[in-house]
């Protein structure tokens, strides 16, 4: 009795919150410009339907005993896929059926940097969106066809992208389409942030982009999906622009495009193998006859440290998406795309404890017909999130030509090092001013770097290299320097290691 009454109590409470929001969100409605409401009630329907499961009874989302290790027919080895070889005249047909999608709508703060992500320089004087226009222009070219390149920004980067899109417009054809811009939770309340400034655009605070989960619904509410697809349009490969290995790989997409086994593939998420840096990463698993992402949020606590094991979870999800067109354009009329909330806590700037409702693209694996994992070498995924893997990118480990990097043949070592840099060098600018060069790594294996530490120019390391600098001390490495297998201490003590 008492459980039922607070299972009563509890639902009363939901339906209060709910209508509360509600109120709120139809006070912002009557205080936009006209031209902006209709925009604004399309997202708010997408965060409502959120913010209802997210009041909902809290239930880990999947029961840890039902997981099991995804058969082999459902996440395929690289090799085997490309073993079957191109038959020439499925190669082009496929490519003219091809759109690329780039995530855009992260910000460089991470870094150190304003602005859109996709615009730091990253090789070469490159930044990621000129690497990834150099990919589009060479594919096109190699093979004749005019395969588009779609941008999903944000409210926070489609202004500064749309400025210098014009650059490119004789290179390759490009689209946009903004993401969804929703309300930002006041962690006590319940209630929305934004205010009156919010909508007039004198204040950002107040909103976010809830994840690239939203691509879907997005793609089509703008009305871009129904354009690719009146073109002829038939798939599109999805990734994070900051990927640099994230090119057009053409045995992926013949398999998207022509099952041999008759079963039409509508879904392809490009897994690797886990490596101890990853261990937070999504992984694929079988639950309940289907493939799904699991996320290290919704993993129970008692089992965090076995979600992070290698030797259980060996691969995770590189977000290189393959899907077909039409798929998602039936699921989403269908309400049909059910995608995990992701629940992002974070403090502003001014110490308002803030919740933000987010989804991931790859949770979305289990609504699509005979979804597959492939598991694909590391060099597909080649992300950028600090300047560590700054550092990595603009070394001589990779060679780049036509956009795309690649490992050094010079390299005799498989893998790429490993590089940590410390505190000191997480904003670019002071990471570029701590290097006069970029030093040869050519046969390094690990680097960490921490304390106040430059590097002269023309550089060498090579094995382990460990340099750190105690507190109040600066180290200098000297021009010309070849450290390997060292430790180097704060009093400029070169040991052997």
């Not at 039902?66 to 459902?74: D, F, G, S």
């Not at 008759?262 to 490009?270: A, V």
């Not at 094995?463 to 105690?470: K, M, P, S």
Request: hydrophobic share 35%; with cysteine; net charge neutral.
């Amino acid at each position: 009795m008492a459980n039922g009454g607070m299972s009563q109590f509890q639902e009363v409470m939901r339906q209060q919150l709910e209508s509360s929001m509600h109120g709120e969100l139809e006070k912002l409605l009557d205080i936009s410009t006209a031209t902006e409401r209709e925009l604004h009630r399309t997202h708010f329907e997408g965060f409502k339907k959120l913010f209802h499961r997210f009041l909902q009874v809290k239930r880990p989302s999947v029961e840890w005993n039902k997981i099991k290790q995804p058969a082999e027919h459902l996440i395929q080895p690289y090799d085997g896929i490309a073993a079957h070889g191109l038959p020439n005249n499925s190669v082009v047909d496929s490519l003219n059926k091809l759109v690329v999608l780039k995530l855009n709508g992260g910000l460089g703060t991470s870094m150190g940097c304003k602005g859109p992500k996709s615009l730091i320089t990253v090789r070469n004087m490159n930044t990621f969106l000129d690497l990834t226009v150099q990919q589009m222009e060479h594919l096109n070219k190699t093979y004749n066809t005019d395969v588009p390149l779609v941008l999903m920004n944000s409210f926070n980067t489609d202004e500064n992208t749309g400025k210098i899109l014009h650059k490119y417009t004789h290179r390759v054809k490009i689209h946009t389409f903004i993401q969804s811009r929703y309300p930002r939770i006041n962690k006590e309340s319940l209630l929305p942030l934004a205010t009156v400034n919010d909508m007039t655009g004198q204040n950002t605070d107040g909103w976010y982009p809830p994840g690239h989960g939203d691509v879907f619904a997005s793609l089509y509410n703008s009305g871009l999906l129904d354009q690719l697809i009146a073109l002829g349009k038939e798939y599109v490969f999805v990734s994070n622009i900051d990927n640099l290995g994230a090119s057009v790989d053409l045995h992926i997409l013949h398999h998207l495009a022509s099952r041999s086994d008759g079963k039409h593939c509508d879904f392809i998420m490009e897994v690797t193998d886990k490596t101890k840096a990853d261990t937070k990463g999504g992984t694929l698993i079988e639950y309940e006859g289907k493939l799904r992402l699991l996320e290290m949020s919704q993993v129970p606590e008692a089992h965090i440290d076995e979600f992070k094991s290698i030797r259980k979870f060996k691969i995770f999800n590189t977000n290189n998406l393959w899907l077909s067109l039409s798929a998602m354009k039936r699921l989403q009329e269908q309400n049909a795309i059910d995608m995990e909330i992701i629940v992002n806590t974070k403090t502003l700037c001014g110490g308002q404890n803030v919740i933000q409702l987010e989804t991931a693209a790859g949770a979305a694996i289990k609504c699509f017909n005979n979804a597959m994992g492939i598991n694909v070498p590391r060099s597909r995924f080649l992300p950028v999130k600090t300047t560590s893997d700054l550092l990595l990118v603009m070394s001589n480990v990779y060679t780049l030509e036509t956009g795309s990097l690649t490992m050094n043949s010079k390299r005799e070592i498989p893998t790429t090092p490993y590089i940590k840099l410390g505190s000191n060098f997480t904003k670019v600018q002071d990471y570029l001013r701590r290097f006069q060069s970029i030093p040869d790594m050519l046969e390094l294996d690990h680097l960490t770097v921490s304390g106040d530490i430059t590097f002269g120019k023309d550089v060498s390391l090579k094995g382990t290299v460990i340099i750190i600098a105690n507190q109040g001390d600066q180290i200098n490495i000297p021009a010309g320097s070849m450290l390997e297998n060292k430790i180097v201490s704060g009093n400029l003590c070169i040991l052997e290691h």
